[in-house]
């Protein structure tokens, strides 16, 4: 079989597997309070999102799911109580006492779990909202375009506890017979446009196919990304692609590809093979030293000519950080609390599962990707710079990589690239929003805008970390050991979510999970200690 015709076909069987066993759906909503004829979050020391530096204390009126009105209470014009907003006869209001208020976060790479990793919706979406993320682009719809569907209108509805849902499907999902021509590729995005999807997510496919049904894209108004997999990418990388109307890119494949100067293809092994993933990773981490180097006449042209498109890279730097230190992802203290059994056993090196590739991980591999992440990271940062829009994606659920934990790493390492803190708020926010079509309603605090915003009690300009659920260690001035609360307020359309008893719900699900299993730990079964 092609590798065209074969990815195809998995693509289908994966969408018919999807049909035939789905994850829990989310129970209906119970928590969150509102939204109110009238909310006021007083005393708040806001980042807006634009980029502009932290502003406060400001008055913050939300009625309904809107922003109606900010007042500046520092400005002495409206210091007196007399100047302030007054609290409408059933309204609420909240004295945050200085805490730092963010729009609401977007996580651009989102999957809303999956069968294999035995991951029930309400897991999957309270570790979204409880780490202040407010809008997920599902960029797949793995469990099924109507699974997604449904939960993107309960959420929009306030039925159900969830960040909202932007559907995109995997290109081919559901169809009938292998996508093969133009004309085929057209009638398919016109049945998942009539069917809700938002946008559409490629892997591989012939040049005629992918012009075909990126145009069909454009006419229809559909997002467009691509994970640009090496079975195809020698055929069309990341600026053919972006020529041919291709909106964005997930993750880096068909970068560096984009920026070969001396080869046409990656400098594979001869025993190479693209299904075991062993080889599929391991030879990844070594694709960036082939690519032109930094500011080299070949980076500049691709940067600018990328740019000149408004091509939007979600890069998901995080999901790729076990590669470059395994055993500090296995590690990472979240997972006791927060991760299922079934999922971390999702996690654990298996020949059957994606993204379980530790089949002999070595010292070399980690330094191959070491160095591997420097060049990409000075990629992105330099297209940032440039005016280039880059996005907040985490691609959770894989790779030792937990759903929000996950997200909140990947800002941290938009820094360690050279982001500022607050371009990185940017990129978590207004810049998903622009990419999504939604930058009238959501990704920046401003009068007119949509509520969907982060209220956490420490600055995390200074500090990304104090967004993690499990906080940030700190010592006192009389040396006690205490740690931060994380997000304390989620509030999406005006409805405020104590962040506190999201985690305790989801503690609680991990809780019954390992009672349930027999699991006190998240040890798995089968992998004995070392030998003496």
């Not at 969907?452 to 990304?464: Q, R, T, W, Y």
């Amino acid at each position: 079989m092609r590798p065209l015709t074969l990815l195809l076909a998995l693509g289908t069987a994966f969408a018919a597997l999807a049909e035939e066993a789905t994850i829990a759906p989310a129970p209906p909503r119970d928590r969150g309070e509102g939204p109110y004829s009238q909310l006021i979050l007083r005393n708040a020391t806001v980042i807006d999102g634009t980029g502009a530096p932290a502003n406060g204390p400001l008055d913050i009126v939300v009625e309904g799911d809107r922003i109606v009105r900010i007042v500046s209470v520092a400005d002495p014009v409206f210091a007196s109580s007399s100047r302030r907003p007054k609290l409408a006869t059933g309204g609420r209001e909240i004295d945050l006492g200085g805490a730092y208020v963010m729009p609401g976060l977007v996580d651009m790479h989102g999957h809303l779990g999956g069968v294999e990793q035995g991951t029930p919706a309400e897991y999957v979406l309270k570790l979204w909202l409880m780490h202040g993320i407010t809008t997920v682009r599902d960029p797949g719809s793995g469990n099924g375009l109507a699974f997604v569907l449904d939960h993107a209108r309960k959420s929009e509805r306030n039925q159900i506890v969830a960040p909202r849902l932007v559907p995109y499907v995997f290109f081919g999902q559901d169809a009938k017979a292998p996508i093969t021509t133009g004309e085929q590729a057209r009638a398919w995005v016109r049945e998942v446009a009539k069917q809700g999807a938002k946008g559409v997510k490629f892997f591989s496919a012939s040049p005629e196919v992918l012009k075909a049904a990126l145009d069909e894209c454009r006419k229809l108004g559909l997002g467009s990304t691509m994970h640009h997999a090496q079975l195809s990418v020698a055929r069309a990388d990341v600026i053919d692609t972006a020529r041919w109307g291709l909106r964005g890119m997930e993750h880096w494949y068909g970068l560096p590809e984009a920026l070969f100067i001396d080869r046409t293809v990656q400098d594979y092994p001869t025993d190479y093979n693209y299904s075991d993933e062993s080889h599929r990773f391991g030879q990844a981490g070594r694709l960036w030293a082939q690519a032109a180097p930094p500011g080299s006449a070949r980076w500049d042209a691709v940067r600018d000519e990328l740019i000149a498109l408004d091509f939007t890279l979600d890069p998901t730097l995080t999901i790729y950080e076990a590669t470059r230190d395994l055993m500090a992802q296995r590690t990472a203290e979240w997972h006791q609390d927060y991760t299922l059994p079934s999922l971390w056993d999702f996690f654990a090196p298996s020949r059957n599962a994606h993204g379980s590739f530790w089949f002999d991980w070595t010292t070399a591999d980690e330094v191959a990707w070491k160095r591997n992440f420097q060049l990409w990271m000075r990629f992105i940062d330099d297209y940032k710079d440039h005016g280039g829009r880059v996005t907040v994606g985490s691609d959770s659920g894989y790779i030792y990589k937990l759903y929000g934990f996950g997200y909140v790493r990947e800002l941290e390492l938009l820094q360690e690239a050279g982001f500022h803190p607050l371009e990185v708020v940017r990129a978590a926010t207004l810049s998903g929003a622009e990419s999504l079509g939604m930058a009238d309603r959501i990704g920046s605090i401003e009068v007119g805008k949509l509520a969907d915003l982060v209220v956490v009690g420490e600055n995390p300009l200074a500090n990304l970390k104090v967004l993690y659920a499990t906080g940030q260690i700190l010592v006192t001035r009389d040396d006690k050991v205490v740690r931060t609360s994380g997000v304390r307020f989620t509030i999406k359309g005006g409805v405020v979510y104590d962040a506190g008893q999201l985690r305790d719900d989801v503690k609680r699900i991990v809780r019954e999970a390992k009672e349930k299993a027999g699991r006190p730990t998240l040890l798995q079964p089968g992998i004995e200690p070392p030998t003496r």
